[in-house]
C-alpha cells in the first residue's frame, strides 16, 4: 500500500495564479482532511470530507475549494493564490471519522510570489 | 477562549534520558488525545491515541498521560535515544461528535545529544 500520496512535493506560483494540490490514498478511508501548516501556526484544518460528494470547510477555507468525486482522490483547488498560501500543505486520511488517527501524506510546499 | 498549548518549543536532553513533552488544553472536552512525530520535511506520523477514561497508555519506550481534571497529557520517551530527534505534536478532538475537527499543537522539538 502507498498510503496516502500527494503532488507535487513542491510548487512556486505567481499571485491571481491557480492550480491544483492532488491527493489520493489507497486504503479505502472514508474521511479525508486538507491542512496547512506555517511556522508557529501548527497545523489547521482547511476542508474535509467524510465520503464521496460530501465536503465541508475546516477552521481556514478562504482561498480553497475541495471535490471528492471518488473515495480516493481529494484534490485542493487554490482559485487565485495569494502570498499569504504560501505554506506547507498535507493531505491526511482516517478511518472511523474525521477525529480518527490521521494517515499523512508527504506535504506539498507551496510559495505564492 | 479554546487553546491547546505545547509548553516547549524546543527541549534538548542527552541520549538515555527520559523526555518528557506537555500538552495543555483550555475550554475542550476532548474524547482522547493523540500524539504525532514529524521529521523534517515529511508528513506527521500517529504514534498514541489516549482516551479520556485512560490515565495512560504505553507503547515501547513511548508512554503517554491524560489528566482531564488538570487538562494535561505528558508524553515520555524513557531511555532517548538520537533518532528520536523530531518535532512532537499533540493534537485533541473538539468534543464536535461527528462534526468534530482535530486541533493541534505548535509542536515541540525534541534534540536529543549523543
Known amino acids: 500500500n502507498a498510503g496516502v500520496t500527494q503532488t507535487p512535493k513542491f510548487q512556486v506560483l505567481k499571485t491571481g495564479q491557480s492550480m491544483t494540490l492532488q491527493c489520493a490514498q489507497d486504503m479505502n478511508h472514508e474521511y479525508m482532511s486538507w491542512y496547512r501548516q506555517d511556522p508557529g501556526m501548527g497545523l489547521r484544518l482547511i476542508h474535509y470530507?467524510?465520503?464521496?460528494?460530501?465536503?465541508d470547510q475546516g477552521e481556514v477555507p478562504n482561498g480553497y475549494n475541495v471535490s471528492r468525486s471518488t473515495t480516493e482522490d481529494f484534490p485542493l483547488r487554490l482559485l487565485s493564490a495569494a502570498p499569504s498560501q504560501t505554506s506547507v500543505y498535507f493531505c491526511?486520511?482516517?478511518?472511523?471519522?474525521?477525529?480518527?488517527?490521521?494517515?499523512f501524506g508527504p506535504g506539498t510546499r507551496l510559495t505564492v510570489l | 477562549s479554546q487553546k491547546i498549548e505545547q509548553n516547549s518549543e524546543a527541549l534538548n536532553i542527552q541520549e538515555g534520558k527520559t523526555a518528557t513533552l506537555t500538552c495543555n488544553y483550555t475550554?475542550?472536552?476532548?474524547?482522547?488525545l493523540q500524539w504525532y512525530r514529524q521529521d523534517p520535511g515529511r508528513g506527521p506520523v500517529f504514534l498514541l491515541l489516549i482516551r479520556e477514561n485512560e490515565k495512560e497508555k504505553r507503547k515501547e519506550r513511548l508512554k503517554v498521560t491524560f489528566d482531564t481534571t488538570l487538562k494535561q497529557s505528558l508524553f515520555h520517551i524513557t531511555a532517548s535515544q538520537p533518532a528520536d530527534s523530531a518535532t512532537y505534536l499533540c493534537a485533541l478532538d473538539n468534543g464536535g461528535g461527528s462534526q468534530g475537527n482535530l486541533i493541534f499543537g505548535k509542536g515541540t522539538k525534541l534534540s536529543v545529544k549523543p
Open positions: 475550554n475542550y472536552s476532548p474524547a482522547y
Open positions: 491526511a486520511s482516517s478511518h472511523f471519522r474525521v477525529t480518527d488517527t490521521q494517515y
Open positions: 470530507s467524510v465520503g464521496a460528494g460530501i465536503t
